[in-house]
């Protein structure tokens, strides 16, 4: 078989060097809840200081479950024809909250590349903008219905040295987490990438098996 030199994009998917702190992909707490205010009016001799209030986050995770048994044999196999099923967790500054794991094999001259990734944000009112300030970054595509609390798939095609990639990519938000999963394809032989139906459904495929086990690691 002869050998086919990777186009530059996915040359650069291969690597080993994965940037994670990319701009706005930053996660933050929220600023700390002011302390009651005391009522001077009525306060007697005998009176004592009132204890800060809390104020109440709605979130369902603390921390990100591990991202590589979050897809099924099955569907490695399925979608990633020839590679280690599993996976590759790529380090991350913070893993508690981001969490990212990836699968790719070249399989003749068919490529693909299959990643997952958990980011767990401070309160779902915060996951809840997150999701849908990635959405508005995004053209095309359109919801997935009943994955988590909501879901959004879109696929694009690239072109580069005459080869066509075509990836597609799920993010779904489950409470306080967003959930996102990438796919893509290419045939080195024909220059040709996957159908968008190929690829948005195993994109999918993935993405439920990710939210599935993020559900499953709040009972552990």
């Known amino acids: 078989m002869r050998e086919f030199p990777l186009p530059v994009a996915l040359t650069a998917r291969l690597s080993p060097v994965v940037v994670l702190a990319a701009a706005g992909w930053a996660l933050s707490s929220g600023p700390a809840a002011p302390a009651d205010e005391h009522n001077t009016s009525h306060k007697t001799s005998t009176s004592s200081p009132s204890a800060p209030s809390t104020q109440a986050v709605s979130k369902s995770y603390d921390s990100a479950p591990a991202p590589c048994g979050a897809i099924t044999t099955a569907t490695i196999k399925s979608l990633v024809p020839g590679a280690k099923t599993a996976g590759k967790e790529i380090k991350s500054t913070d893993s508690k909250l981001r969490r990212t794991c990836s699968w790719n094999a070249l399989k003749g001259y068919d490529y693909r590349w299959l990643d997952i990734s958990y980011e767990v944000m401070t309160s779902d009112e915060a996951a809840q903008k997150e999701y849908k300030e990635r959405l508005a970054e995004k053209s095309g595509g359109g919801d997935v219905p009943g994955l988590g609390d909501e879901g959004y798939s879109v696929v694009n095609l690239t072109t580069e040295d005459k080869q066509q990639t075509r990836e597609g990519v799920v993010i779904a938000r ?28 195993g994109a999918i495929k993935a993405a439920k098996d990710a939210v599935t086990a993020l559900k499953g690691s709040q009972s552990q």
Do not use: R
């Not at 045939?187 to 990438?193: G, R």
């Open 174 to 201: 489950v409470s306080n987490v967003l959930v996102v999963t990438t796919y893509n394809g290419s045939d080195f032989e024909s220059k040709k990438a996957p159908s968008t139906s190929v690829i948005n459904t």
